[in-house]
């Protein structure tokens, strides 16, 4: 599948790093979306955006910093994070508006924050 | 707030066998259901995606069933394989884009 790559696949950083993820989606869609995966826990919606707009936040910590500088790619900034950071970051696209909605997801990154 | 369960938490059963997964949603309002498989480490796929005016859907072996007026959907798998071993996810999409998670079912098919 590679219609959703992120980039890199595994990432380790030190809390006073700035490291960037990136997501590239193939697909035409028009909106793509962050979310933070943890072990035993729910797939948390991170950040939302559409048309190259972000409409959602949901609540994330400002030391994690989304860009969409068009509707193919976006980015994750990190810096300044905490040990509980680390886990698996999945970035997904979609095509809004046809109805049938479903996401497409990337391989992640796993991210480990020492 | 909108919450999605789904149990059981993990599931091994011998190869050949069939098998139910549950999903519960707290909110009948929705969109659309999906079920996702995820491998260890990997991105999530989606395996069949149920319209809120549908019933179910059938893929292959799997078929979903969706009754929002109870706020439940199963995920049957006939005949299962060891290749089937993955974490099986329910998603629950609410007004416009926003997508809720369970935290998964992990099946294991021994051989």
């Known amino acids: 599948e590679t219609g959703v790559t992120q980039t890199p696949r595994h990432l380790v950083m030190g809390m006073t790093n700035k490291k960037s993820l990136k997501c590239e989606q193939h697909?035409?869609?028009?909106?793509m979306y962050w979310y933070k995966q943890s072990a035993k826990k729910p797939l948390e919606l991170m950040f939302v955006y559409n048309f190259k707009e972000q409409t959602e936040n949901n609540s994330v910590p400002s030391r994690f910093s989304p860009e969409c500088p068009n509707s193919s790619h976006l980015f994750l900034h990190l810096h300044t994070l905490q040990p509980e950071d680390s886990a698996l970051y999945l970035c997904?696209?979609?095509?809004?508006?046809?109805?049938?909605?479903?996401?497409?997801f990337g391989p992640g990154t796993r991210l480990l924050v020492l | 707030k909108q919450e999605v369960t789904q149990i059981p938490a993990a599931l091994s059963v011998p190869e050949g066998e069939n098998l139910v997964l549950n999903c519960s949603f707290t909110?009948?309002?929705?969109?659309?259901l999906q079920w996702f498989r995820q491998d260890p480490g990997k991105g999530l796929t989606s395996l069949l995606l149920i319209q809120s005016s549908q019933r179910e859907q059938t893929s292959g072996r799997l078929n979903a069933s969706l009754d929002k007026s109870s706020g439940r959907s199963t995920l049957y798998i006939a005949a299962s394989q060891p290749g089937d071993s993955a974490t099986y996810l329910c998603a629950v999409l609410y007004n416009f884009n926003k997508f809720y998670f369970g935290s998964g079912t992990k099946l294991n098919v021994k051989p």
């Open positions: 697909l035409g869609h028009n909106a």
């Open positions: 997904a696209s979609s095509q809004v508006g046809q109805g049938a909605e479903t996401q497409y």
């Open positions: 909110d009948s309002a929705i969109y659309n």
